[in-house]
Every structure is written in structure tokens, then in C-alpha cells.
């Protein structure tokens, strides 16, 4: 996978562990700190407050398979909420199409770490420390990723609030090709992706040829600023997006 995405300009992120995962346990009992990233096996894990909010997995590059879309509707000046592990951040410096790049971030710790870990960041970006539904601003593409989990209802609910304050020519956010395939195969969105992993749900080829009709109808029914794709640039999106799906 990482060969593919390095047709598209992506590198991993550089990460450094803050804990030896022998000398804690796992789970919020285990925790001191207010940030945390454990490695084990060939996955890092991200910690705030003892919660796992985001997962890398460097042998095959599935988080960043995830994030592919964001890159790829990207252009002009670029806000981008939620900064993680700076996977899609990192990404967005290398795409030729942007102008400029600013992040909002609400955790001083993950900015902190940043600093530290993935410097260029701070030369190539504006960092803001603030939360993403209070600030006001204006630009071209809008990418929302600070979501964890809320259900696809509430994160719909919260773009739409969120496009009040910050106006865009288009957006994208995590993780809207789970609806896209959702409403493709007429399935319940929810637990999309581990009926995939379980073998309880199989994408139909066939079915992508109708992507373009489901993709118009979420942006008409939900009234979101989403770009405008050909059918086969949505078919590209959905195929890199799925192999998040594979089991890991």
C-alpha cells in the first residue's frame, strides 16, 4: 500500500514513544500522563487521558489509506482540524495544489509533541490551539478530522455547525466514504468497517458504477459543500479508502 500512496507524495510521520509499553498497563488505570504513545508490535498508539484515540499501523499503512481523500479534493488555502499523529498534515505539505495550511488543534500536548517530533510542521503550517467549533475563518478547502466516537448523525450534524463559522468553497471529513458505501450497497453505516473485516459484508464492483448518483444525493440531502468528482475520481477514493477495510 505504501507504494501507491507514495505515487500520491505521502511519507509516514515521524513518531516517538513516550512510554515503554513493558512498564505500564493498558487501559486508564495504567495512565499518568495526558499524553501517551505506546508501540506494540508494529502499531502506534496514541493515548489522551488514558482514551485511545488513534492507531498507526506502519506495516501497512491503513490509517493513511483512510485519509487519502483529504489530499486529493485539497487546494488553495487549506484548514484542517485534529492533528493526531500529523499523518494527513504531514501529507498536505507535499501536495503542489495548496497555498497554505492551517491546523486546529485543541490538545497543547499533541502541539507540544509536534514541536518536538515533526518540527516542519511548524515551518510549513500555522498551528492553532483551539477548538474547531468556536473558530471563525474563511478558505478554500475545509478538511474536518477530530471526530472519534460520535456517530455519523452527530459528525454530520457538527460539519454542518461548523461550516457556519468557518466558510469554504469545499470540505471533506472523516469518515464520510463509510456513508458513501453505506448508502451504495443500502446497509446501515454503523460498524461498516468491522462487518468488512468479519467477512459479514462485501463490496459489490458493480455497484461503484452508481457512486456518482449516491455521492449527489448525500451532498443534496445533508446541504454540505462537497467538491465536485467525477465518477471516477470517487471510484479511485472509495477503492484507496478501502483497504482501511482489510483485516488487520
Not at 18 to 43: A, M, Q, R
Not at 118 to 129: C, D, M, T, V
Not at 204 to 216: A, G, M, P, R, S
Amino acid at each position: 500500500m505504501l507504494d501507491i500512496l507514495k505515487k500520491w507524495n505521502y511519507n509516514p510521520p515521524n513518531f516517538k514513544l513516550t512510554v515503554d509499553k513493558t512498564t505500564k498497563k493498558l487501559g486508564p488505570t495504567g495512565y499518568k500522563k495526558p499524553l501517551e504513545i505506546i508501540k506494540n508490535d508494529n502499531c502506534y498508539n496514541l493515548y489522551v487521558n488514558g482514551i485511545q484515540w488513534m492507531m498507526y499501523e506502519i506495516d501497512n499503512h491503513h490509517q493513511a489509506s483512510q485519509l487519502f481523500s483529504h489530499y486529493y479534493i485539497s487546494s488553495g488555502n487549506v484548514i484542517a482540524t485534529g492533528l493526531g499523529f500529523g499523518i494527513r498534515e504531514l501529507w498536505l505539505l507535499n501536495n503542489p495544489n495548496i497555498k497554505s495550511l492551517t491546523i486546529l488543534e485543541n490538545n497543547k500536548d499533541i502541539i507540544e509533541y509536534h514541536k518536538e517530533v515533526n518540527p516542519i510542521l511548524f515551518e510549513k503550517a500555522k498551528i492553532i490551539n483551539c477548538d474547531a467549533r468556536t473558530y471563525k475563518g474563511k478558505c478554500d478547502t475545509l478538511l474536518l478530522d477530530h471526530y472519534e466516537f460520535e456517530s455519523m448523525t452527530n459528525i454530520i450534524e457538527d460539519v454542518k455547525n461548523i461550516t457556519k463559522n468557518i466558510k469554504c468553497r469545499n470540505l471533506w471529513f472523516w469518515h464520510l466514504e463509510t456513508q458513501i458505501l453505506a448508502d451504495l450497497h443500502k446497509v446501515d453505516e454503523h460498524n461498516l468497517t468491522n462487518r468488512f473485516r468479519q467477512g459479514e459484508f462485501k463490496i459489490n464492483i458493480e455497484t461503484l458504477n452508481n457512486i456518482k448518483i449516491v455521492y449527489e444525493n448525500i451532498k443534496l440531502n445533508y446541504g454540505l459543500k462537497l467538491p465536485d468528482l467525477s465518477k471516477e475520481e470517487l471510484q479511485l477514493i472509495i477503492t484507496i479508502y478501502t483497504h482501511f477495510f482489510q483485516k488487520m
